[in-house]
């Protein structure tokens, strides 16, 4: 024992201080992140092991704060757009949506049928990506190393699609107050039309790969239950939710923009474990397909343009007041509220992340795995730290 | 009986799907590859027409190298990240002769026709580091003068490289565009120019 | 007198010629590896260094000779430090007994069999050193990993060993090749193929490689036993790993596929055994960039549950067969 080891600095920060307090007799204390490879990003747990059993875990949070509630507070309404991008790597269509949405509710504005489809279309197709994402990044922390790749192929033909109308490829940010940045594109129709059979194809292929992998199973199935009463308990929605066994989707329950004109179904399943959230998302995906299919068709005979005439400019004033909009995301429910006093800035803008409630319920349901099972039931949440650390 | 299946005969069976596995692995890795080989292969120009790069001011059709910007200063106001600096130009400064005949006529009641400052940018630029793509400008650009460049190879290695001047990169692509003698690779050479 | 000297001659050169050898194997399956991942995963894989990359394993060499070699703090630095080359000294000396060809074998014991499987041994200690010595808890838990796993692999391998002995007689690598002479068909594979199949998935497990790579399980431990070794140290236990492979894929082939005898007479020589080894190797490659990793105890169960009783089941099937 060197002085070193005495030293102020060997006891570990507050968190972990905090938790050596309730350790028990022949256990370690494991520090896993914020630099670890499958917390994808910045999440830090402490973990009380008992030998290579998880007796206690704690999520710490924080690393990836980035004050986006309260830029919205210095932004004008326009200018906070960009912000919805940079929250949800994954998935930020939905969130640019929700933002927008709320702002539109607020300012009452009527979107254009042709705009609420495009909308549809693009979110859907990011679904996809977001998907894919988690898919590949999910496998990637099991062991399996090719997937990801696989994925990354289908992955990159869909940014190649949303490149188009959007200019991005990652952090979206062309929804506007009153519809879309931009129109679409012939040839951007035209590539997602040919997308979605190619996808289709190579679905069982991910199938047979990764979803009947003898070893991927046992991985997976009857790790981590997430069941009702946990989801209630902690706000968890999207697919964990819809993984306990609950058909509880935004897009079906509180009926949004047009979806309450397309028909899909809602995949749930019963197990509650990691391998029934990890089949809702495969089985979203077909889903998804499907809604891309109809909007395409509805396309041509949908009314207005891509953006409603006389959009608000970014420095608009929406009338005093408060409104709150959620969407489906890819990680579950995805709700903005925010506040206006009438000026050119929001007077509040709080987002709701369902990546935070849900990895609330980790630690409940990590309680006496194995340290691999808790590595897959981080996964199976489909964690995205900057959303949870907004 | 059940649970010898559940635990034994199961198992073998679903052995097969490692076989299964390995059959896809192994087709493809004698399927050709599909990644873009760079250097020596470049992403493909149409992918490439709908890259959303830094912005960049577009040129007047009849003179490329002056931009179509009228400094309305839209873009600076509506720029979440503050990332656009644009200088009005100044009228030119009046000779002592003319600023007499000014005055003299101004005197006499005339109603004096003063050379209006030019509506050109004096200077445009640009932080990069600081711009999140999100497009604001462009959609608010009175005079559609600006837009995203395809500039997918833009490298800089200082901080201060990251500041554009527009205007400038106006010029040499009008200057590269009227010359193409000088640039015959343009689509290859265009990683390696200096931009800005 | 000289025949001993002459004896001493043949070990030393053996020794050194099996030094070079490691040394090729490792770079040229640290290339292979990296090429056959990439052409799986539909990307070209090392292509800058040299043609098509080759070069790319020299040089990632050279770099990690060139890094700094850091002791962690409060490490127990000899036993630290030891631990690499305590992984890879052993493997020059299971070279020796393996028959490359007629007159390829370092050193033609009768027990080589045995020495392989005893020194092969080594590396569960050495990751068990390195592990506990570096003060880290990924460290501590990836060597608690590595030796339960290491333990257990090795009963159900020695139990298959010891039905090919049962029929050969001998634990001489180069008697046991020269009983699979003639064609495909005096192969061991064929007399035993349950054995094949358990030796195979053994060998995975004894040279901790995905899917059974659970020591250093990247998505787990960060890196397990070998967190905290830069350099050479890590260097060392790369090397090591490769060793390993080429050594049980080696053993594999002369157990079971005949060692440097062809398919059918008059063509042996030893780019049979090449060829057979290095079929073997593609494979645990290809297995590797294939499946996910098993859980700890679903590793362990694989082998006292499956692999054991098997292997005694076949151990007792091969004795009675030979009885009557
Ligand atoms: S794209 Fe957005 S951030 Fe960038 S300069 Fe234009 S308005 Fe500013
Ligand atoms: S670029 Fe467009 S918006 Fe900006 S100052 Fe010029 S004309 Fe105005």
Same mark, same amino acid.
């Given at each position: 024992m ?7 600095q060997?006891?570990?920060?507050f968190y ?24 994808h ?78 909308r ?32 990354f ?76 009463d ?9 697919p ?6 609950v ?6 329950a509180?009926?949004?923009s047009?979806y ?15 391998a ?5 998302r ?22 207005g343009?891509?953006? &409603? ?17 959620? &969407? ?7 709700? &903005? ?22 990895l ?31 | ?7 034994v005969?199961?198992p ?21 590859l ?80 003063k ?19 999100c ?13 995203f ?44 120019e200096k931009?800005? | ?21 490691l ?55 000899i ?6 080359i ?11 007994p ?6 390829l ?38 060597a ?11 009963i ?58 659970l020591?250093?399980?990247e998505?787990e ?46 063509v042996?020589?030893?780019?049979w ?52």
């Amino acid at each position: 024992m060197s002085a070193y080891q005495n030293s102020e600095q060997m006891k570990g920060d507050f968190y972990t201080q905090k938790f050596e307090a309730g350790k028990r007799d022949g256990t370690l204390i494991l520090n896993m992140g914020p630099q670890h490879p499958s917390t994808h990003g910045v999440l830090r747990i402490v973990v009380e092991l008992d030998g290579e059993y998880v007796v206690r875990a704690e999520p710490v949070l924080g690393y990836l704060h980035r004050m986006h509630e309260k830029m919205g507070e210095t932004q004008t309404w326009g200018g906070f757009i960009p912000n919805m991008g940079r929250v949800d790597y994954g998935h930020p269509m939905a969130w640019n949506w929700a933002y927008c949405g709320a702002v539109e509710k607020l300012m009452g504005i009527e979107v254009p049928e042709r705009a609420e489809l495009l909308r549809v279309i693009m979110t859907e197709l990011n679904r996809l990506t977001s998907h894919l994402l988690w898919w590949g990044a999910y496998i990637l922390d099991l062991g399996a190393f090719t997937p990801i790749m696989y994925a990354f192929d289908d992955r990159e033909m869909l940014l190649d699609i949303l490149q188009r109308p959007t200019a991005s490829r990652l952090t979206y940010s062309n929804f506007r107050v009153g519809g879309l940045q931009m129109d679409v594109d012939d040839k951007c129709i035209e590539m997602i039309k040919a997308f979605i059979p190619h996808f289709r194809k190579r679905l069982p292929m991910y199938k047979d790969l990764v979803t009947d992998n003898l070893i991927l199973r046992r991985r997976i199935e009857d790790i981590g239950i997430i069941d009702q009463d946990m989801c209630r308990r902690y706000g968890c929605t999207g697919p964990v939710l819809r993984g306990a066994g609950v058909a509880y989707d935004v897009r079906r329950a509180e009926p949004y923009s047009v979806y309450d004109r397309f028909d899909f179904e809602i995949p749930t399943q019963t197990s509650a474990c990691s391998a029934g959230r990890y089949l809702v998302r495969v089985a979203e995906m077909e889903q998804s397909m499907r809604i891309i299919e109809q909007a395409i068709e509805m396309l041509p005979s949908a009314q207005g343009g891509y953006i &409603v005439d006389k959009a608000p400019k970014p420095a608009m004033k929406p009338p005093v007041g408060e409104a709150y909009f959620c &969407v489906e995301g890819g990680r579950g429910k995805v709700g &903005v509220y925010v506040v206006s006093d009438g000026s050119k800035t929001p007077y509040r803008v709080k987002l709701r992340a369902p990546g935070f409630s849900n990895l609330s319920a980790f630690a409940e349901a990590a309680t006496g795995t194995l340290i691999a099972d808790a590595v897959a039931i981080l996964g199976s949440l489909d964690l995205i730290i900057p959303e949870i650390d907004r | 009986m059940n649970t010898f299946r559940k635990h034994v005969i199961q198992p073998i069976i679903d052995c097969w799907s490692l076989i299964v596995g390995l059959k896809i692995t192994g087709k493809y890795f004698c399927k050709p590859l599909i990644t873009v080989h760079y250097p020596r292969e470049v992403i493909d120009s149409e992918n490439l027409s709908t890259y959303g790069g830094h912005v960049e001011l577009i040129g007047k059709p009849k003179d490329p190298a002056t931009p179509k910007c009228i400094s309305c200063m839209m873009c600076v106001t509506n720029c979440p990240s503050g990332c656009l600096t644009v200088v009005k130009s100044k009228a030119p400064k009046p000779t002592a002769d003319q600023e007499a005949a000014w005055k003299a006529a101004e005197e006499a009641g005339e109603k004096v026709e003063k050379p209006k400052a030019p509506k050109n940018p004096a200077k445009f630029i640009y932080d990069y580091t600081k711009c999140s793509l999100c497009g604001t400008c462009i959609e608010n650009c009175p005079a559609k003068s600006l837009r995203f460049s395809n500039n997918i190879y833009w490298v800089a290695t200082s901080r201060a490289e990251m500041k554009i001047d527009l205007l400038a990169r106006l010029k040499g692509q009008a200057a590269e565009v009227s010359a193409p003698a000088h640039a015959p690779k343009s689509e290859a050479s265009a990683p390696a120019e200096k931009e800005a | 007198m000289s025949a001993f000297v002459q004896q001493l001659l043949v070990l030393i050169v053996a020794a050194v010629a099996a030094m070079i050898w490691l040394g090729i194997n490792a770079l040229v399956w640290v290339y292979c590896e990296r090429k056959f991942a990439g052409h799986i995963q539909r990307r070209p894989g090392p292509f800058e260094v040299g043609p098509h990359g080759a070069l790319q394993p020299l040089i990632d060499g050279l770099k990690l000779m060139g890094k700094q070699l850091l002791t962690p703090d409060n490490a127990d630095a000899i036993l630290y430090w030891l631990a690499p080359i305590l992984s890879m000294l052993p493997v020059l000396l299971l070279f020796l007994p393996i028959p490359y060809g007629p007159v390829l074998t370092g050193m033609d014991v009768n027990l080589g069999l045995l020495l392989i499987l005893a020194f092969s041994s080594f590396n569960g200690l050495a990751v068990l050193l390195a592990g506990w010595s570096s003060n880290n808890k990924w460290g501590l838990l990836g060597a608690a990993r590595a030796v339960s796993q290491t333990v257990a692999y090795e009963i159900p391998l020695l139990l298959v060993v010891l039905a090919v002995t049962f029929m050969t007689g001998t634990l001489s690598l180069t008697e046991i090749t020269n009983m699979q002479a003639g064609h495909i068909g005096n192969w061991f594979i064929w007399k035993q193929p349950l054995a094949f199949l358990i030796f195979l998935v053994a060998m995975f497990g004894e040279t901790n490689r995905a899917p059974f790579d659970l020591a250093e399980a990247e998505s787990e431990l960060t890196a397990g036993f070998h967190t905290e070794y830069s350099s050479m140290g890590f260097g060392l236990f790369f090397m090591a790993e490769y060793g390993y492979m080429v050594v049980m894929c080696s053993v594999c082939s002369v157990l079971f596929l005949g060692g440097y005898h062809g398919p059918f007479p008059g063509v042996d020589g030893w780019w049979w055994m090449l060829l057979k080894t290095f079929a073997l190797l593609s494979f645990m490659v290809w297995v590797r960039w294939t499946y996910p990793r098993v859980r700890f105890d679903q590793l362990l169960n694989i082998n006292w549950k499956w692999l054991l009783p098997l292997a005694t089941f076949n151990l007792l099937a091969t004795a009675l067969i030979l009885k009557l």
